[in-house]
């Protein structure tokens, strides 16, 4: 009899309870009001950068940029070689844009002002590059804290795309170019890889994958030229600009 009542206990109580309702997402949502008050008043620093982004940089001049690994030191031969790219392209009468940090932006902005030109920087905090170089100018260092804004500031304002080896900052500014160039949403500019041997891999994966698929044009190729030395890059910048004039990219 006592089984009995046991069972008979278990049943109600099984038919009685009600199984928590799982509210993740729902109670997550609640707090969605507050992020689109924050959003509201981001727009106002976002306008901010931009304007002053806009204001400076449209009176600096023609600029080539020049991407790299911010982990680079001093005495790796990489850096020596951005030094040097960035010296003749000044000489020749181009100004040095960099994304303002240590390692290879900091050897670009070293390289331009051993030339005597223009040598810029915008600049961004991260956890790994928290101030940047010292050789920027100093009327032409501009601190973001929004990562698109300073990507526009790139696109929009460099006569060219010097790449040096680096990570995935690196990557993310090389094809980015690339797709606002492959779709028509800016003019086409030079875009240089530095370093066969660093390249050659993802050169070969683009074109026994990407190409060999379908998944891009044939054309598309043409967008990127890799080269080794210095004397490269100046020859690759003077033969595209002798058919095309020097603007900001849209």
Sequence with gaps: MQNLNTVIQVNIWQKNYKKPKMNLFIN??????EVKANDSWALFKIMSEFVTGYEKMSKIGPCVSIF????????????????????????????????GG???????NLGAKKGGGTSVGLNIKLPFEQKHNDHIDEDKLLNFEYFFVRKVMFIKYSQGFVVMPG???TLDELFEALTLIQTEKIKKFPILLVGRQ????????????????KKIDPNDMDLIQVVETKEEVI??????YKQEYFKPNF
């Design 68 to 99: 790299g690994s911010a982990r680079t030191s001093p005495d790796d031969p990489q850096y020596q070689l951005a030094t040097e790219i960035a010296e003749v392209i000044v000489k020749s009468g181009l100004g040095i844009i960099t994304g």
């Design 235 to 240: 020859e690759q910048l003077k033969l595209f």
């Design 167 to 169: 990570g995935l900052g």
């Design 198 to 213: 660093f390249w050659g891999g993802i050169i070969d994966w683009i074109k026994t994958v990407l190409l060999k698929e």
């Design 102 to 108: 240590p390692g290879i932006m900091e050897a670009a």
């Design 28 to 33: 997550q949502s609640k707090n969605w009001s």
